[in-house]
């Protein structure tokens, strides 16, 4: 019953011509964020912001869900809803972030571990109080030399597979994000390397954890070359790296797969979400769940000047649109000219 419950959240969160918006920033990376466009990072700023993004009008046309932040959850717009009931009232579903960031692993130098397991099962239970219908934990693997080590994967995998678990029992969908960084100068192969063998450990956890695929999401890295590689792969061998990749390794019970965009641009991840869903047939939905990708043109358009918010909601539903024919591949460079139009 449970089950039948989560499986169809997790079915629409990958909705057709849907995807998600992650705006689940920790606060340093959100004053990151910020700084670049010279807005200091106070709880005020932060909160209009989101607000800026949530209360878009139409968004819930092309996005199915958010991923908020423990801050974000708490928040409310200037009219006095919570931005949970804003989402809500727009059809889009909340989330939220629940690992609490990475940290070097002991005894593994380059190497790191999500932490955030201690309390959980209790902050599940709150959130879901709180109107979050689903969950989000990021782990993260390096590539360089010697590393990643298999035991970096597997004690990610397994810190996942437990965060899975025990995101179920609270009835909240788990997004299972194993993100292979883009960083460093290696070659796609390697990189398609990698994201195998890390995607394989993961389910193999999953499964031992006894975790319902059905009422899962995974968020995974495209397959791509090292962001310094002299020699850079195109859009259509991105496309099918990933899905070959994929094809090895996820399941068909898992009902879609949510890519990050993971410093990409935003024109190139909506540009390789569109190749991928016009190659062959493959199992599962294959949708966004961006950061990056969907809030850079928004942070340059909004500048921190309320006389900006909205260009800045123009920019977004603009950026959320393209993506949103990415899911049927009917995403074209033309449409990149209509946002000045829009
Ligand atoms: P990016 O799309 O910017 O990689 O962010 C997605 C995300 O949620 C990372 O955890």
Same mark, same amino acid.
């Given at each position: 019953?449970?089950?039948?419950?989560?499986?169809?959240?997790?079915?629409?969160?990958?909705?057709?011509?849907?995807? =998600?918006?992650?705006?689940?920033?920790?606060?340093? $990376? =959100?004053?990151?964020?910020?700084?670049? =466009?010279?807005?200091?990072?106070?709880?005020?700023?932060?909160?209009?912001?989101?607000?800026?993004?949530? $209360?878009?009008?139409?968004?819930?046309?092309f996005i199915s869900g958010v991923i908020l932040f423990d801050e974000t959850i708490r928040q409310k717009t200037r009219d006095g809803r919570t931005f949970v009931k804003a989402l809500e009232q727009e059809g889009i579903i909340p989330g939220i972030k629940v690992d609490k960031g990475t940290k070097p692993m002991a005894n593994f130098p380059g190497e790191k571990i999500t932490e955030g397991l201690d309390g959980l099962r209790e902050r599940l239970a709150e959130y879901r109080q709180l109107g979050a219908r689903f969950a989000k934990w990021r782990a993260v693997i390096s590539i360089g030399e010697k590393i990643p080590t298999r035991g970096c994967i597997e004690t990610n995998a397994e810190l996942l597979a437990r965060y899975a678990a025990l995101s179920q029992e609270a009835n909240l969908v788990p997004i299972v994000e194993p993100e292979v960084l883009m960083d460093g100068s290696h070659t796609i192969k390697r990189h398609f390397e990698v994201t195998e063998q890390t995607l394989g450990i993961v389910f193999h956890s999953l499964s031992e954890h006894r975790v319902v695929l059905e009422a899962m999401l995974l968020k995974p890295n495209m397959v791509l070359s090292g962001k310094d590689c002299p020699q850079q792969a195109s859009v259509q061998e991105v496309a099918a790296a990933t899905l070959r990749c994929m094809k090895r390794v996820v399941p068909a019970a898992v009902p879609g797969l949510v890519f990050l965009s993971g410093g990409q641009t935003d024109l190139q991840a909506t540009e390789h979400l569109n190749a991928m869903n016009r190659l062959d047939h493959v199992p599962w939905e294959l949708s966004f769940s961006f950061g990056r990708a969907l809030q850079a043109p928004v942070l340059k358009a909004w500048k921190g000047d309320p006389t900006n918010v909205a260009d800045a909601q123009r920019a977004f539903h603009h950026r959320a649109r393209c993506n949103s024919k990415a899911r049927f591949g009917k995403y074209t460079e033309e449409m990149e000219a209509e946002k000045a139009v829009a």
């Open positions: 019953m449970k089950s039948e419950n989560l499986e169809s959240v997790a079915r629409k969160l990958v909705a057709p011509g849907k995807g =998600i918006l992650a705006a689940d920033e920790s606060l340093p $990376t =959100i004053e990151k964020r910020l700084k670049s =466009i010279g807005v200091p990072s106070t709880e005020q700023n932060r909160r209009t912001y989101r607000e800026t993004l949530f $209360t878009t009008a139409g968004a819930g046309e």
